[in-house]
């Protein structure tokens, strides 16, 4: 990861409105998480963070949300690790 200059004009944060609905269903929808591994091979503190989120993006394209307290896959990915990734959560809740 890169580091952001101190001298620049740029600002730490950008804020979202999120209130409004998105334009597409592609979108960020709050706080996301994203993998950049197979759910099996993530560390604890990375599954940790996942659990606080609302959108978990894995490492092979796949996409989790939060709807109504119950994870839904939107989207597989390659290698199913979304599919893995909902069963896992689902054992936690």
Known sequence: MARKPDDDELPDEIP???R???ADNDGPTGNS???SMPWAKASASILARALRTSEI???DGGRLVLVDG????LKSGESNDAD????AL???D
């Open 33 to 35: 998480t994203y993998l």
């Open 16 to 18: 979202l409105d999120l």
């Open 57 to 59: 993006n894995t490492y």
């Open 20 to 22: 409004a609905p998105a």
């Open 70 to 73: 119950v994870w839904v896959v």
């Open 84 to 87: 893995v990734v909902r069963e």
């Open 90 to 92: 689902r054992k936690v």
